[in-house]
């Protein structure tokens, strides 16, 4: 079953019960970084040399940048953040805690070395917490302005900003916008006082509507709402009403989370996952696919496992995680891939104080590689590919992951999933995404088989692998799973 989250760039994919083995290199730029991550997994490097991807090749043109203060910690959260309380006294305008994050963040961008990549300007920002919109528009144009001289950023970019009901009046919100911030993520996550109130969220009904309407009394046209299922003493009824509320609000994107109980958190000593008042698998399940069906059917492309979107308003700046293509963070806790180096930064903010400090003094690098091993293995990189192309409708496209990977990644591959493309767990199109019959897959398999050019006569006529919506995305784990046994058995 699927238990998926991804709050860019400290959202990780989370899973329950069983969950897939990413490549060392990923887990370790992941596992400092909330929710929470697939288990690490030792894999020993290929001695077969492979060019890499030529996403590794490119310099980033994305940055993650993170904003950890709260008024409150939330039940369920175990991201790195600060708790300013919920009437904050200073306020978040006269906070010296925020002016001195923000000015830190400032000199983790300045003292970052760009003489490894050439330099292209950003084309999207993301500022995630925490709640982001707890910090005033002139500290954010601090980092703006620290990321355009140092980088440039693009005219059109996408800058994305999470912000929470309560925190933001109309003027706050154009101030932001002022500074370039043209895409909202808006955390509702329920549309139920009561459930709110058990999650410890720090807003509840009256802000969620007075913070749509000032979004949109505003002007802002890319906006999205985050929801979460499988909440405690959440019912079919409550999930329904809030998918049909976040309907007749009419976002551009909707972003839709299972709930992972997590260790050290609130929830986590409480409750135990798939036992009550949490939901069984099952029930957690029927969740998913009501939000598939309902959000579907008012128009929402499903793109990615927990992502619905109106027409071209995808986020663009998750995409280039789904694609695994480099981009920058900077931030407590934030994980950047810069250069075929995944790494992480410190949770706790004397440690990471430490690294900026360092950064400055260039004791240490964030593609340096002793404090971290690159992305050199074979199956290492095949194995981030897939698990992040499966993440999404588009899928696995088998032409790049063979010229990247070899025919015979591809071939084993195509043979670890045929039971599942029999159940229709797993799709095979063509170059025009065309669905491919399973008994041509499995002929397309015989004929490879007794031939020397192995993936090659797959390739042929298959173009792309998918989960099926939803039930494949619901088995992503397992379907995941499958696949990097597959690779690196």
């Known amino acids: 079953m699927l238990k998926s989250t991804f709050t860019p760039i400290l959202s ?165 916008m002022e500074l370039g911030v043209n895409r909202v993520s808006l955390g509702v996550q329920a549309f139920q006082e009561e459930i709110l109130r058990d999650c410890g969220r720090a807003h509840g009904v009256k802000e969620i509507y007075e913070a749509i309407e000032i979004v949109k009394s505003c002007g802002v046209e ?29 976002p551009t994107h909707v972003s839709v989370y299972d709930l992972q109980v997590e260790q050290g958190t609130k929830f986590g000593v409480l409750y135990t996952a798939g036992e009550f008042p949490l939901p069984s698998e099952t029930q957690s399940a029927d969740l998913y696919r009501m939000a598939s069906t309902t959000l579907s059917n008012a128009g929402y492309n499903h793109y990615e496992i927990s992502s619905y979107c109106k027409v071209g308003f995808e986020c663009k700046h998750n995409l280039t995680y789904w694609e695994n293509k480099p981009f920058y963070a900077f931030g407590l806790g934030s994980a950047s891939y810069v250069g075929g180096v995944r790494f992480s930064r410190p949770r706790k903010m004397k440690d990471y104080m430490g690294y900026v400090l360092s950064l400055e003094t260039e004791l240490v690098d964030c593609c340096c590689k002793e404090l971290i091993n690159p992305v050199d293995a074979k199956d290492d990189m095949a194995m981030d590919v897939v698990m992040l192309s499966l993440r999404t409708a588009r ?15 591809v071939a084993s591959l195509c043979k670890a999933y045929r039971p599942y493309v029999e ?67």
């Open 222 to 250: 890319n906006w999205s709402v985050d929801l979460i299922s499988s909440l405690p003493h959440q019912t079919p009824e409550m999930w329904e009403e809030s998918l049909r509320l976040v309907i007749e609000a009419q």
């Open 423 to 489: 159940t229709g767990h797993v799709v095979c199109l063509d170059e025009q995404r065309r669905p491919v019959a399973a008994d041509e897959f499995s002929s397309l398999l015989l004929s490879s088989s007794s031939s020397s050019k192995d993936g090659g006569i797959i390739e042929e006529r298959l173009a792309f692998i998918r989960l099926s919506d939803p039930d494949g995305f619901l088995l992503s784990n397992e379907l995941i799973t499958v696949a990097f046994q597959a690779i690196a058995p």
């Open 395 to 409: 899928g696995l496209d088998l032409k790049s992951f063979r010229n990247a990977f070899g025919d015979s990644f």
């Open 12 to 176: 990780i994919i989370t899973t329950k019960p069983t969950s897939p083995k990413p490549s060392k290199t990923f887990t370790r730029a992941f596992s400092q970084s909330p929710p929470s991550v697939r288990k690490n997994v030792s894999h020993s490097p290929s001695t077969t040399t492979t060019s890499p991807p030529p996403h590794e090749k490119l310099p980033p043109v994305s940055a993650y940048v993170h904003l950890p203060f709260c008024r409150k910690r939330c039940h369920y959260c175990d991201f790195p953040i600060v708790a300013l309380g919920s009437s904050s006294s200073p306020p978040p305008e006269e906070d010296p805690r925020i002016l001195n994050y923000t000015q830190l963040i400032c000199r983790e961008i300045e003292a970052t070395k760009l003489d490894c990549h050439p330099i292209r300007p950003l084309e999207t920002v993301f500022f995630g917490g925490g709640t982001p919109s707890l910090v005033p528009p002139r500290l954010v144009s601090d980092i703006v302005e620290a990321l355009r001289l140092k980088f440039g950023v693009c005219l059109n970019a996408e800058m994305s900003m999470e912000m929470d009901p309560g925190t933001f009046d109309a003027e706050k919100l154009k101030g932001l």
